[in-house]
């Protein structure tokens, strides 16, 4: 297991239902929980299976290098990866698929881009080209920030060369949902789909994250609204990866927007998201490890996943997130395993930036700190053994929302 966050703990915990698991490089959490952390990296590593959990490793080629050593890989090539790694590509991917997502222009020059601004209507949607960690988006009704926005991304002040080509979109109306599929090159397996939450604050105020809570499934969304989304969004997209080429293999996650005239893709990630993956895979039992060896070796047809209850997951973030997150708060209501100190069943904590001082303590490194999983028959359920865990866990100036899940759990009612 390749990364070093909630998401890679998440997966290294479900993978070791089945399999024995090393992380490289995890993090103190991960490791205090009886997985297998080492610094060595993937290349130098060993094992029957290789699963990469970040967009960089990917976008940067890890696993082509890989398979060119003959091993077992999910996650896609870098000619896949570039479907997260460039906005722009996306888009242009779309059209040439027919994928239906929000109509936009890219551009470099920033007199262009304003001037094209100029002609949208609110709300309005800037993006970074390239990979900015979920922060490079903009979506704002002022049309003065908007236009500040594309000058400080233009100009390389706010992302660097990651920003300095910018993609301006139509907003979209609608209920968002994360929609993952397993792919092997030929054949995808959809999970169930997921909600995140992106905003730092409650009722979704404040700046964008990298994501401060999820739940799953999100049974709002019909089987229709499913069927539609593989067939409109996940099957061209499969068609057109064939087409050019592209053997796919790894886990492929739509950002969608549920919009009155139907779905429409706002994004494609290459990975499992987080906070989703703390959310989705513990409840897929033991059968994890089959199904990513299966997208690995291209064997994903007639793969059947059984998932069952639901999870909700609260993240805990670091003073200061997502501005400026602070280091080094000590946290409290930990045990030595980096669980709840006084445990709770059903209830797991999942590291995202831990660490452990001189002391033994686990220190908060890093911006979202832990995520806080409960699992149950329902949302509801689930939502509440979250949130009680949740309160046991505090360091100075934690940053968590207190709505996650809230309307799903009460539209269960
Ligand atoms: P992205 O990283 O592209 O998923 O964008 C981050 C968030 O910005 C999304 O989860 C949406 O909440 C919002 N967003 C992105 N694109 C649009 C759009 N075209 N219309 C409305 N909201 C959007
Ligand atoms: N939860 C958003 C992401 O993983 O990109």
Redesign the pocket.
């Known amino acids: 297991m390749v990364g070093s966050g909630a998401r890679e703990h998440a997966l290294a915990w479900a993978l070791a239902k089945s399999s024995d698991v090393i992380v490289t490089p995890g993090n103190a959490g991960i490791a205090a929980h009886g997985l297998t952390c080492v610094n060595t990296p993937a290349s130098e590593l060993d094992a029957d299976l290789f699963v990469i959990g970040p967009e960089r490793p990917l976008v940067d080629g890890l696993a082509d290098q890989l398979r060119a050593q003959g091993k077992r890989v999910v996650g896609p090539g870098v000619d896949g990866a570039k479907l997260e790694g460039s906005k722009a590509f996306m888009k242009e991917f779309f059209a040439a698929a027919g994928v239906p997502s929000a109509a936009y222009g890219t551009f470099v020059d920033e007199e262009t881009a304003q001037a094209f601004l100029a002609t949208m209507s609110p709300p309005y949607v800037i993006k970074t080209d390239g990979l900015a960690a ?1 922060k490079g988006v903009l979506v704002t009704n002022d049309l003065e920030e908007a236009r500040l926005d594309v000058h400080d991304k233009l100009s390389g002040a706010s992302f660097g060369a990651a920003g300095t080509t910018v993609v301006i979109e139509e907003g979209l109306d609608g209920e968002e949902c ?1 929609f993952h599929v397993l792919c092997d090159g030929t054949s995808v397996l959809a999970l169930l789909p997921a909600q ?1 939450f992106k905003r730092v604050g409650d009722d979704d105020q404040g700046a964008n994250t ?2 401060m809570g999820a739940y799953a499934p999100m049974s709002s969304m019909s089987v229709t609204q499913r069927d539609d989304v593989m067939r409109l969004a996940i099957h061209p997209t499969l068609a057109e990866l064939q087409r050019r080429g592209i053997d796919f293999r790894g886990v492929l996650y739509a950002g969608i927007m549920l919009t009155p005239s139907g779905p429409k893709v706002l994004e494609y ?1 290459v990975r499992f ?4 993956t703390e959310v989705m895979v513990p409840l897929y039992g033991e059968g994890l490890y089959d199904l990513l060896r299966r997208v690995a070796e291209g064997r994903l047809a007639g793969a059947r996943a059984t998932p069952s209850g639901a999870a909700v997951t609260v993240v805990l973030a670091s003073r200061g997130y997502p501005q400026s997150p602070r280091s080094g708060d000590v946290i409290h209501g930990l045990g030595p395993d980096g669980q709840l100190a006084l445990p709770h069943e059903n209830v797991i904590i999942f590291h995202a930036g831990t660490a452990r001082n001189d002391d033994g303590q686990f220190v908060t490194s890093g911006g979202r700190v832990l995520a806080v999983t409960g699992l149950g028959a329902s949302v509801g359920e689930a939502r509440r053994r979250a949130y009680d865990g949740a309160a046991l866990v505090t360091f100075e100036g934690s940053v968590r929302r207190s709505d996650i899940a809230k309307s799903a759990s009460e539209g269960e009612q």
């Open positions: 979920g994360s995140d990298g994501g990630n998201g987080d906070p989703e």
